[in-house]
């Protein structure tokens, strides 16, 4: 199964998607990229997304299991992954959302949090599948 991160972070402007990029290209985040979505072979709004590894260092762990409902992260992953959730609440407008999820999996709830929370629900690997976290 593939393990997906997926951020949603709608009309971001962008100067802000590009001092994302630039920032997390350091050591201790996982990569964000800007990305221009298309509408009727039209440019839509700047959106992002996000790595879910740097280098050798990847955010789930291999003794992840697809059947459990929380996500166990890699020890050095979940580092990455909560570094950049800060470093985001840090440069975001309230309203962007997190989410990992096996493939095919249904988001059920939705929950919001602040970032430090959301940040704490990763390093201890709390992520709930079937939700996805809106920080508010």
């Keep these: 199964m593939s393990f997906i991160l997926e951020l949603d972070a709608p009309d ?61 992260f890699d020890e050095r992953g979940r580092e990455l992954l909560a570094q950049t959730v800060s470093l985001l609440a840090h440069e975001l407008e309230p309203g962007w959302a997190l989410r990992a999820y096996w493939v095919g999996d249904p988001c059920k709830d939705e929950r919001t949090v602040t970032g430090d ?12 599948r079937t939700a996805r976290y809106r920080v508010a």
């Design 12 to 72: 971001v402007d962008p100067e802000t998607a590009e001092r994302l990029e630039r920032a997390t290209q350091e050591a201790g985040y996982l990569p964000v990229r800007a990305r221009r979505g298309r509408r009727w072979r039209r440019r839509a709004e700047m959106g992002l997304s996000i790595f879910d590894g740097r280098d050798d260092v990847h955010v789930l762990s291999d003794d992840a299991d697809w059947s459990e409902d929380a996500f166990t």
């Design 117 to 128: 929370e959301l940040a704490e629900l990763v390093r201890s690997s709390a992520l709930e």
